[in-house]
């Protein structure tokens, strides 16, 4: 049997991550997204075809960085595996096969994700005939640092990364690396392009959380005063179906909390009321597990198990 390297944690950040990744671009301006899967045992392929926010059709294979590294204050390192093994003697050769069977599968883009829990925190829409250029330039810088002594802790070649060729999002220990990347002409930084869905692109999950105004703590006989609030709109079609869909009961498998009166139960939105206000991205919670969806030590498996329900009542798998 080959050994498993991967827990069941990284399976489930995955799901969730890959399920973020269409409200994602949708806030972005894309439009016509279409999230395309092929199962591998447990791994998965992911291909989004969507319209850009200039008007251009595209294909986008998805690649996720395996890692996020937390080496200071800043951002860390993050680095996705392009290819599992390649021939050491030539990886050029590999890496230029690896870009022609995306061209062979219709691929104009390679998307290049990293996540932090249920948030999107970069991503390289990289054209797809840059690929192995790009790669070949973090390798080369690579070598070049590690030659001049000035790498950090590291003492192999990043890209190469054993003969596992690899592309770098971002490392603070040597940055000119990851600079190869998004200095590259078509290289495009999606968390960068302006969020369509609303004026005021911060969350405010909180207003999901019934009689939770931090604003209005404290004192008796306050004084009255006009508060302008910007908030994410939702659709009260879809609150009125999840708590329809849940027939009164606590969607989180294993709870089945429930009271007769209404408005007992939340609508929590697992990933984010900006990112997606769908009956599929949506579930009927008690007040006890909605804040443990939000606040518990274990919220992000949490909300991975949530999503799996959820994605259950997708136009796609009710077909």
């Given amino acids: ?38 199962k591998y045992g447990k ?42 093994k390649v021939d050491r003697q030539n990886p050029d050769r590999d890496m230029e096969d690896f870009q022609a ?26 054209p797809v005939n840059s690929v192995a250029e790009i790669w070949r330039a973090q390798r080369d810088e690579s070598a070049r640092l590690l030659e001049m002594g000035v790498a950090g802790r590291r003492k192999s070649n990043q890209a190469l990364n054993g003969d596992s060729p690899t592309i ?27 969020v369509l869905s609303t004026q005021n692109p911060s969350d405010d999950t909180f207003n999901d959380l019934a009689g ?7 004192r008796d006989q306050g004084k009255r005063f006009q508060q302008i609030v910007s908030g994410v709109k939702r659709d009260p079609a879809v609150r009125r179906a999840v708590i329809k869909r849940c027939n009164g009961t606590c969607e989180r498998p294993g709870c089945g909390a429930g009271r007769a009166y209404p408005g007992f139960l939340d609508v929590h939105h697992i990933l984010g009321a900006e990112k997606s206000d769908r009956l599929w991205t949506c579930v009927a919670l008690c007040p006890n597990c909605h804040r443990e969806a939000h ?6 498996q949490l909300n991975a198990e949530l999503l799996e329900f959820a994605r259950r009542f997708s136009p796609s798998k009710t077909r």
């Fill in 101 to 126: 069977k995306l061209v062979a599968d219709r691929v104009s883009h390679l998307l290049v994700v990293q996540s932090d829990g249920t948030s999107v925190i970069a991503a390289a829409s990289i």
């Fill in 43 to 84: 791994n998965e392929s992911q291909t989004i075809h969507a319209v850009d926010p200039s008007g251009h059709a595209v294909s986008m294979r998805v690649k996720l960085c395996w890692r996020l590294g937390r080496e200071g204050k800043g951002r860390g390192y993050s680095a996705a595996q392009l290819l599992a």
């Fill in 168 to 194: 770098w999002l971002s490392d603070e220990k040597v940055p000119s690396i990851a600079q190869k990347l998004w200095q590259h002409p078509g290289v495009v930084d999606l968390v960068k392009l302006p």
């Fill in 295 to 300: 606040f518990s030590p274990e919220s992000d």
């Fill in 212 to 218: 939770l105004d931090l604003a209005l703590l404290g």
């Fill in 1 to 38: 049997m080959p050994r498993e390297f991967r827990t069941e944690e990284s399976y489930q950040a995955e799901k969730v991550t890959r399920a973020s990744l269409v409200p994602f671009l949708e806030e972005r301006g894309f439009s016509s997204v279409d999230d395309r899967r092929k």
